[in-house]
């Protein structure tokens, strides 16, 4: 599904224009938008990325620790990482990120920093490392390696003063110089009270530089950014329109909350001035924690689409939490809904009936734009997706769809943003031409690209 920038570039013609990319080039330079970083642009082409919430919780069936859990209930059976990356990889995940602590203060590494951690339970003898078995699995896989370290800590004596932002920095160094590269670092906005019944002021700004210069590759997500912002809700539906861009004056830290800040986080803003998407996370059950009572509540496999659309069809990126259970393992009936569920993607978007055609570009003004394609035959149509070359930034605004069997046009659907990747479900029809009509744009439109799948079942 991703867009190789060779094959987006291979596949557009613009009509009239003697030299078609010279011409772009010109166009684009014109312009002064937000772009993707490299690792943002990584970041938002893998598409999906598996979320792995286990700890304490997992055996007191909590969500939120009370952070005075006894280490000695952490006690895995069978802890297999591999499983959870072979999971992740078989559902089409590209990254995966490990609650390396969550708000209890439970660190599943060994650290210097507290003796809360994996190294005083009974699992491996006290010399077992979550996370080193975590990230040498994703390696194994072929995945890329996120962490998550709850700044929110209910055990640290230290939280709730100047000391706990030290000790959370000492923390961050571990993770950041010992599992090799990070490819995401996720701070949750979730901040309470510590076990002195302080709350904590922390300092973003020393945590973000300690993060850029330990792994300069690393996105940050939070509300706040800096590189990924939070969808604003943990359904994994993203917004619509859904802007790249923000004006970080709208979520000043993560925490923050407020209507005007949700529509920032769902919605992005076109004026904004900086490059920051929208991550949807969302779990697989309804908790984020494994609970057994929750075994026969795994999403369905229409859910799980339905939340595919409105996440990565929304120019975002899905964020899937799979909890492991008390043995370390994932669950049965989640191995085996995710591999339903990657079938059923693959059946929808197997076949491109675009993808050897040709999309005839033409402008039709300063911000509009029209493309073309021509499928050869009439097909019934299920699906079509749209992508925006974000690396030049995210333009369009208003488009409308039509198709034609052999006559007349008709409409089939009208949207706002496209960016990375749009994706229209359109009652099925049989259609041969599709036209997308660029109606308006914050800056001079690019040529998209335009893939058209077939009704399925
Ligand atoms: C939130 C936390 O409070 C939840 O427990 C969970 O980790 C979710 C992904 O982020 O901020």
Known sequence: MNVSRRSFLASIVIAGAAS???RARVVASDVVLPRPTPSQLLWQRDELAMFVHFGVNTYTDREWGLGNEDPAIFNPTALDARQWARSAR???ARAM???????DGFCLFPTKTTKHSVESSPWRGGKGDVVREFADACRAENLRVG?????????SPTYGGERYNDFYCDQLTELLTRYGDIHEMWFDGANGEGPNGKRQSYDWPRIHALVRKLQP???MFSD???DVRWCGNEKGMAGYPNWASVDPAAVPYPGVDSPAVTNALLHGDPAGRVWRPAEADVSIRPGWFHHAAEDDKVKSVDALNDIWFNSVGHNSKLL????????GLFHANDVARLREWRESRNALFAHDLAADKTVVWRKTGERSAVAEIDLGKAHPVGIVRLSEDIERGQRVSKYVLHGAADGDWKELTQGETIGACKLDRIASSS??????TIEDAISPPLPLRVAVYPTTG
């Open 20 to 22: 078609p990319w010279a």
């Open 90 to 92: 078989a559902a089409g």
């Open 97 to 103: 990120i490990l609650t390396a602590k969550h708000h």
């Open 147 to 155: 962490l998550y370290c709850s700044p929110w800590d209910r055990n």
């Open 217 to 219: 590759n690393a996105v």
């Open 224 to 226: 706040a950014g800096p």
């Open 320 to 327: 899937l939490n799979v909890p492991p259970t008390r043995k």
């Open 431 to 436: 259609l041969r031409r599709l036209r997308v």
